[in-house]
């Protein structure tokens, strides 16, 4: 049985002057760009005209649990693309933090993996099979929108209401964020 860590790498992201070259149009004081001046666009943008902020674009990778790619996916404005269990056999399990101290875990993912491959072997499609996998099992999907779209859905899944996992895969995406957008989403670390 494969245990993987839940994570997110970033791939690409649009340089923030793309908002600033856009917002500026409202004041057509595209003149004046320079450090500083963008920074405090920026920071404008981020408390109160949130539309330019539409004009970047991020992308990461991200591997997490079934139970937590299930959060991500009812953000609207965010596009994912993630493995599907119909076509692909599993690619391990993610053990939440609270339930790696007690045994149990591993001996339900044993069970789970070896419910699959009997069904499997008993003929089952892998569409068919994957209803015995349990929740823990890893997904990897790449997640890509803009800025705006991220700050709303990091403001929601880095709180400290969100399941544990996904508040910090979340995490994991704002501190990647952060070093290349950090007038936006400022220098956290996980
Ligand atoms: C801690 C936590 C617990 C949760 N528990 C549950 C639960 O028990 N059960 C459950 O089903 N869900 C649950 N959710 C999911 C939650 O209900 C939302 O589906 C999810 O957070 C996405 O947020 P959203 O709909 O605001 O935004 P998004 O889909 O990310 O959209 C962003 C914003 O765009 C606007 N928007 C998007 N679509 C529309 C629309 N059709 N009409 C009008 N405005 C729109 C809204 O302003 C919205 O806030 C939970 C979420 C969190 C963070």
């Known amino acids: 049985m494969k245990i993987v860590e839940p994570s997110a790498t970033l791939l690409y992201s649009t340089p923030l002057s793309l908002i600033t070259h856009a917002g500026r149009h409202s004041y057509q004081s595209h003149d004046k760009a320079s450090e500083e001046s963008d920074a405090r666009l920026l920071a404008h943008f981020a408390k109160n005209d949130e539309s330019p902020l539409e004009h970047s674009f991020a992308m990461f990778d991200v591997t997490c649990s079934y139970a937590c790619h299930v959060h991500f996916l009812r953000h609207r404005h965010l596009s994912e693309s993630w493995l599907s269990q119909r076509y692909t056999a599993g690619m391990g399990f993610v053990v939440p933090e609270a339930l790696k101290a007690n045994g149990y ?9 070896q419910d699959y491959e009997r069904q499997r072997r008993g003929g089952a499609k892998k569409q068919d099979a994957r209803y015995v996998l349990p929740q823990g099992v890893a997904v990897r999907g790449s997640i890509s929108g803009n800025a705006r779209a991220f700050l709303n859905m990091l403001a929601l899944r880095t709180s400290k209401k969100a399941m544990p996992e ?4 979340a995490l994991l995406m704002r501190t990647e964020l952060g070093k290349v957008w950090p007038e936006l989403f400022g220098e956290v670390s996980v």
């Open 105 to 113: 875990v591993y001996d339900s993912y044993n069970f789970g993996e």
């Open 166 to 169: 996904t508040q910090h895969v």
